[in-house]
């Protein structure tokens, strides 16, 4: 992770299906002028991830969901000039915590 930066960018294809890492409940499903759409899932344990920089999604706040379950489309995101970005967040008791080092990517 890089300063400021609390979570890892991936390039995808656009319109990739995003599947939730865990099973929770969505706490948070809209637009943001600087990530496009982003939805944030609640989970055990108190981890908490956010998936940015989506073209649509298919999940609203309060829906249930499980892992490996889609829940947007990547593609959104107008700044990055190399293609499709997709910005993936864990956190864990309000703090952040390096994806990497817990998901096999």
């Known amino acids: 992770m890089e300063d400021k930066h609390y979570g890892i960018s991936i390039l995808t294809a656009p319109n990739e299906s995003v599947v939730s890492v865990l099973a929770g409940t969505v706490i948070y499903a809209s637009y943001s002028f600087d990530y ?9 344990e108190n981890y908490v991830s956010i998936y940015k920089h989506n073209t649509s999604l298919l999940k609203k706040a309060g829906d249930s969901v499980k892992a490996g379950e889609v829940i947007a489309f ?4 107008a700044s990055n ?6 910005y993936f967040e864990l956190w864990k008791k309000g703090k952040p915590v390096n994806p990497e080092e817990v998901i096999i990517f």
């Open 36 to 44: 496009g759409w982003v939805i944030h899932v609640q989970h055990d």
């Open 74 to 77: 990547t593609g959104e995101n």
């Open 81 to 86: 000039k190399t293609g499709d970005q997709f």
